[in-house]
């Protein structure tokens, strides 16, 4: 029976989630920024690792990549970047995988907005997704446009409504605080607020989310909501709407960015 496990890593600072898969014998190992946890939990748990999983070229991401194969002779699926030299097998957009030691399939989606070569690993009801969609929020725009961004995290919301969101980062509390300020009416993140801090109360995590949680909640995948709209010009004292939901959409990442 496959386990999906969140090794939480450089806590304090970026306070990762790094995701291992496994079935008591095989694992694979998704954005491993640390491979010091990656390792504890492997050899206690007596697995052999597989394959790795990079989304983007962060280190926060892929600083544990060079321990893990000293240790490992695996492989590293990742995007098409130079900036990743330790990727031996690389993809993009409409590739897939197959992990046949744990019978899994991934198909490869380009999702282009945090970093351009983020790449995201869609199937068997998961989404391993780095850093282009949080718990109730999105990351930063460092390289790429607000209309990549947007059409990206448009992409994922299209995916199944049950579809298990497996992002790397426990920020979901400080993005319902954000999320709160945009749109104060929404009953489902008023909830959500609530659950979220319970499960932290306990030192659990508020992930794995779901596409139909993020659509109901996530201010970034909501830019057509009136209410948001209006809060977004009486934050920035607009004298009109913005001209479309990539233009909000660009707003809230602004506003965001200096919350």
């Known amino acids: 029976m496959l386990e999906i496990v969140p090794i939480p890593a450089l806590t304090g600072t970026y306070d990762n989630y790094i995701w291992v898969l496994h079935d008591g014998k095989h694992a694979i190992v998704v954005d491993p920024g640390d491979a010091t946890p990656v390792l504890a939990y492997l050899q206690a748990q007596q697995l052999k690792l597989s394959a790795i999983l990079i989304t983007h070229r962060h280190n926060d991401h892929i600083g544990g990549i060079p321990k893990l194969l000293e240790v490992y002779n695996t ?43 983020h790449i995201a690993y869609v199937g068997n009801g998961m989404l391993f997704c780095g850093d282009i969609l949080f718990g109730c929020g999105c990351g930063k725009m460092f390289v790429g446009t607000p209309q990549e961004f947007h059409h990206s995290l448009q992409r994922l919301a299209a995916l199944p409504a049950e579809t298990k969101i497996y992002c790397a980062h426990e920020y979901t509390e400080s993005n319902i605080r954000f999320a709160l300020l945009c749109e104060p009416g929404n009953a489902q993140l008023q909830q ?68």
């Open 192 to 259: 959500r607020q609530r659950e979220a801090h319970a499960l932290r109360q306990q030192d659990l995590p508020t992930l794995p989310s779901t596409i139909a949680l993020e659509k109901a909640t996530n201010p970034f995948l909501r830019c057509g909501e009136p209410e948001i709209i209006a809060n977004v010009m009486r934050h920035f004292d607009l004298p009109s709407p913005p001209a479309d939901e990539v233009a909000v959409f660009a707003a809230l990442r602004k506003w965001r960015d200096l919350f």
């Open 75 to 117: 492989r590293v699926y990742g995007p098409r970047s130079e900036l990743i030299p330790l990727i031996n097998h690389h993809l993009g957009e409409g590739d897939s995988i197959e992990i046949k030691e744990l019978g899994l399939h991934f198909d490869i989606l380009s999702v282009p907005g945090h970093l351009p070569e």
